[in-house]
């Protein structure tokens, strides 16, 4: 077929293996689209975390003051759900592309098998 093995001897799919996905994926190209905003929020959220904990320590912890906590605390809170919605939604776009593709990838081989002689 189209795998080379590598050192260790084991196969190794080339270009031309993820070439012959590119037709089944395409018809998702919209959940992969939405899938990759939400990974791209979501490593934002997860940049923007630990400069927001080093903002508490040296504006709370530091200076041994709450002025300001709750609203910090508020604005944490709300960054984190807004994590977790990202991490949700990005995972079911992701399932439902892997479940849409592979039922799309068998209709395809059972019609290509229906089609082979019996020869």
Known sequence: MDY???ENGKKVSTIE????????VKPYTKYAVIMMIFMILGAAIDT????????????FITPKTT????????IYFGTICLQTC??????KTAIK???????????????HLQELSFD
């Open 97 to 111: 592309m892997e479940i849409y593709i592979s039922r799309d990838m068998r209709k395809k081989m059972f019609r």
């Open 17 to 24: 293996t993820w070439k012959k996905l590119i037709p089944v």
């Open 48 to 59: 923007v975390t630990p400069l927001m904990s080093g903002f508490a320590v040296d504006n």
């Open 4 to 6: 080379n093995p590598n």
């Open 67 to 74: 002025d300001g906590l709750i609203y910090f605390f508020l």
């Open 86 to 91: 990202c991490t949700i939604v990005m995972a």
